[in-house]
């Protein structure tokens, strides 16, 4: 499997807290075992940092109505330039979704789909923040493009009316459990639910919006009473200077 993080920014460069979460995911990455060549950051500038440079793109894949959706809105490009090659899994994520246990391709059982989505746990709706494919989808993110653009919508409600229509039949895909891609709200919900230990953490670290995540997945400060990370991602938040 190959791990895959896309971001693109129109100022040409890293704003200061996304570089930082690249720079904590390239070690979280490294600490997990991933080798080198299997780590790719994809941005539209230069960067470099322990050993991973990041492969460069235009800025014409961002999409500015909605950022978060070029994760998605890239994947065609990926697969005709053979980024995204056949016979390979590929997980693309945000830069905070946070892995936290190794995931081996036989655990998440795709032979038999093009696809992994989650869902919010919570809600039915996909969450896009962290999803597994193969090149064969590459017909399905043509389609989910042109739907983005079509009606300046997010991927998540784009993706959601292709697969309730049908236009993305059921046998393309599989629903994987939440713990690919634990969120930020209703963490005690999400948490019973969940498949343990939880493999990926999804926060936004510097969101400092209406939760408090630092204090929800790195101190404990939940409903559940503890922190939601391992000690070792812990610990290369605090070698980042964020404790």
Same mark, same amino acid.
Not at 95 to 105: F, G, K, N, R
């Given at each position: 499997?190959?791990? +895959?993080?896309?971001?693109?920014?129109?100022?040409?460069?890293?704003?200061?807290?996304?570089?930082?979460?690249?720079?904590?995911?390239?070690?979280?990455?490294?600490?997990?075992?991933?080798?080198?060549?299997?780590?790719?950051?994809?941005?539209?500038?230069?960067?470099?940092?322990?050993?991973?440079?990041?492969?460069?793109?235009?800025?014409?894949?961002?999409?500015?109505?909605?950022?978060?959706?070029?994760? &998605?809105?890239?994947?065609?490009?990926? /697969?005709?330039?053979?980024?995204?090659?056949?016979?390979?899994?590929?997980?693309?994520?945000?830069?905070?979704?946070?892995?936290?246990?190794? +995931?081996?391709?036989?655990?998440?059982?795709?032979?038999?789909?093009?696809?992994?989505?989650? &869902?919010?746990?919570?809600?039915?709706?996909? /969450?896009?923040?962290?999803?597994?494919?193969?090149?064969?989808?590459?017909? +399905?993110?043509?389609?989910? $493009?042109? &739907?983005?653009?079509?009606?300046?919508?997010?991927?998540?409600?784009?993706?959601?009316?292709?697969?309730?229509?049908?236009?993305?039949?059921?046998?393309?895909?599989? &629903?994987?459990?939440?713990?690919?891609?634990?969120?930020?709200?209703?963490?005690?919900?999400?948490? =019973?639910?969940?498949?343990?230990?939880?493999?990926?953490?999804?926060?936004?670290?510097?969101?400092?919006?209406? +939760?408090?995540?630092?204090?929800?997945?790195?101190?404990?400060?939940?409903?559940?009473?503890?922190?939601?990370?391992? =000690?070792?991602?812990?610990?290369?938040? $605090?070698?980042?200077?964020?404790?």
């Amino acid at each position: 499997m190959k791990n +895959i993080m896309v971001f693109l920014h129109p100022s040409g460069s890293f704003p200061k807290e996304p570089e930082l979460e690249a720079r904590i995911q390239i070690d979280n990455s490294l600490r997990l075992g991933w080798n080198a060549s299997n780590l790719m950051l994809i941005t539209n500038f230069p960067f470099e940092y322990n050993g991973i440079k990041a492969l460069t793109v235009g800025i014409e894949h961002f999409v500015p109505f909605r950022p978060r959706s070029t994760n &998605t809105a890239i994947v065609p490009f990926l /697969c005709h330039v053979g980024v995204i090659e056949e016979g390979e899994l590929y997980w693309i994520h945000d830069l905070d979704a946070h892995q936290l246990q190794p +995931i081996p391709e036989s655990e998440l059982a795709l032979q038999e789909v093009d696809l992994g989505l989650t &869902t919010y746990g919570w809600s039915p709706k996909w /969450c896009l923040g962290s999803f597994f494919l193969r090149r064969s989808t590459r017909d +399905i993110f043509e389609l989910l $493009k042109e &739907t983005i653009y079509e009606n300046e919508e997010e991927d998540e409600r784009a993706m959601r009316r292709l697969t309730k229509s049908g236009a993305v039949p059921e046998s393309r895909y599989k &629903t994987l459990n939440i713990t690919y891609n634990f969120g930020m709200r209703q963490v005690g919900y999400n948490y =019973q639910i969940a498949d343990k230990p939880i493999r990926v953490a999804h926060f936004h670290p510097f969101s400092g919006k209406d +939760i408090n995540t630092i204090d929800v997945f790195l101190r404990g400060k939940n409903e559940l009473g503890f922190p939601l990370v391992t =000690q070792e991602l812990i610990q290369i938040f $605090k070698d980042h200077g964020v404790k």
